[in-house]
C-alpha cells in the first residue's frame, strides 16, 4: 500500500473524528482544500472503499445516520480516546506521514533519539500471536554478563519511549519485565505455552505509573501541591490517568492521583524540582524531602 494512500485513509478518519458527524458532501468540501486531492472530489465509490480500508487496518466502524440528513461518524469513536491502539497508530502514522511529505525540511525538524528495541518487537508479537516461547539473550542495566533463557510473552508496553516486554520467566516461573533496548538477541522457538486465562495487562499494571509493579507498594491517593505556572503544564500533559485537580488559586493548584508510588514516580515529582510539593502520604513527602537533603549535600561549597 502506497504512502499516498494511507495518508488518505488516516486523513478521513481525522476529518470523521473532529466532525463528530458531516456528510459525504461537506467532507468533499474539506478534501478539496487539501493538496492530497489534487482537485478531484471523492467519488462514492472510492469513498466506499476508504471506510472499508479504515475499518481493516484501524479496527473503527464509519457509520451513516440516514435519520440526520445522511452523515456519517466513527461509530467507535472511544477506542480514539485516551491510551488505546487505534489512537496510538493513527497519531503515530499521521506524524510520519506528515513528517514524509516534508522531508526537504529535515534540517529543520529536530527530533530525539529512541533506544534500540524495535528490532526485537515484530519477533515478540509473532510469538505472542502464535503463543510460541521465546529464546531472549538479555543483559541487564545492572549485569555485567549476558543470559539466554526461554520466556513466554505476555504483552508489551510503551512508556518513555521505551518498549518492555512482559513475559513469564520458564526457569523461574515467574513474570518479569524486560526492557527490549538490553535484548540482545531474541529467536523463536517451536515450543508452545498457553496464554492464561486470569492475565490481563490492564489489570497487571493497575495503578502503575509507569513499568515498574511493586505488589508490596499498595496504590493509595498521591496528593501535589503545584505552582500556578506548573500547573498548567500538568493540565495538559497529565502525570497518570487517574490525575484530578481538586483545588486552584492564582498561586498554586492540588492535584490528586490513585497509583502506586513507585521509584519511576518518585523519579517523575523530582524532575519538576520546587514547582511541586508532594502533601500525601507523608511515607511519600519523608522520601523525597530525604532524596532533596541528600541532593543538597552534593552540592555544599567545596572545602579549602
Request: with cysteine.
Amino acid at each position: 500500500m502506497s504512502k499516498n494512500q494511507i495518508n488518505k485513509y488516516v486523513w478521513l478518519v481525522e476529518t470523521l473524528y473532529k466532525a463528530k458527524k458531516i456528510t459525504l458532501k461537506e467532507i468533499n468540501r474539506k478534501w478539496l482544500e487539501t493538496d492530497l486531492s489534487e482537485g478531484l472530489e471523492i467519488p462514492r465509490r472510492t469513498f466506499d472503499n476508504w471506510k472499508n480500508a479504515v475499518e481493516d487496518m484501524f479496527g473503527l466502524v464509519i457509520m451513516c445516520d440516514k435519520r440526520d440528513g445522511d452523515r456519517y461518524y466513527i461509530e467507535n469513536r472511544e477506542d480514539l480516546e485516551g491510551d488505546g491502539l487505534q489512537r496510538w497508530l493513527l497519531n503515530t502514522m499521521s506524524v510520519n506521514n506528515t513528517l514524509l511529505e516534508n522531508k526537504t525540511m529535515s534540517d529543520r525538524i529536530l527530533l530525539e533519539n529512541i533506544p534500540s528495541g524495535q528490532d526485537s518487537l515484530p519477533v515478540i508479537l509473532e510469538a505472542m500471536k502464535k503463543s510460541k516461547v521465546l529464546e531472549v539473550t538479555y543483559k541487564g542495566y545492572w549485569s555485567e554478563h549476558e543470559h539466554t533463557f526461554p520466556v513466554a510473552p505476555y504483552c508489551v508496553k510503551l512508556f518513555r519511549q521505551r518498549w518492555y516486554m512482559v513475559a513469564n520467566s520458564v526457569y523461574e516461573d515467574r513474570i518479569r519485565i524486560y526492557s527490549l533496548d538490553r535484548i540482545l538477541d531474541v529467536q523463536l522457538t517451536g515450543e508452545p505455552f498457553k496464554y492464561p486465562d486470569d492475565f490481563c495487562p490492564e489489570v497487571y499494571f493497575e495503578g502503575c505509573f509507569g513499568v515498574i509493579r511493586d505488589d508490596e507498594i499498595e496504590v493509595e491517593t498521591v496528593k501535589l501541591k503545584v505552582n500556578a505556572d506548573q500547573s498548567n503544564y500538568l493540565r495538559s500533559l497529565p502525570l497518570h490517568h487517574s490525575q484530578e485537580e481538586i483545588e486552584t488559586n492564582d498561586e498554586y493548584s492540588i492535584f490528586t492521583l490513585r497509583v502506586r508510588p513507585t521509584f519511576d514516580l518518585q523519579q517523575e515529582l523530582l524532575k519538576h524540582g520546587d514547582t511541586l510539593e508532594v502533601l500525601e502520604p507523608q511515607w511519600l513527602r519523608r522520601e523525597i524531602k530525604d532524596v532533596v537533603k541528600r541532593m543538597g549535600s552534593l552540592y555544599k561549597p567545596d572545602k579549602k
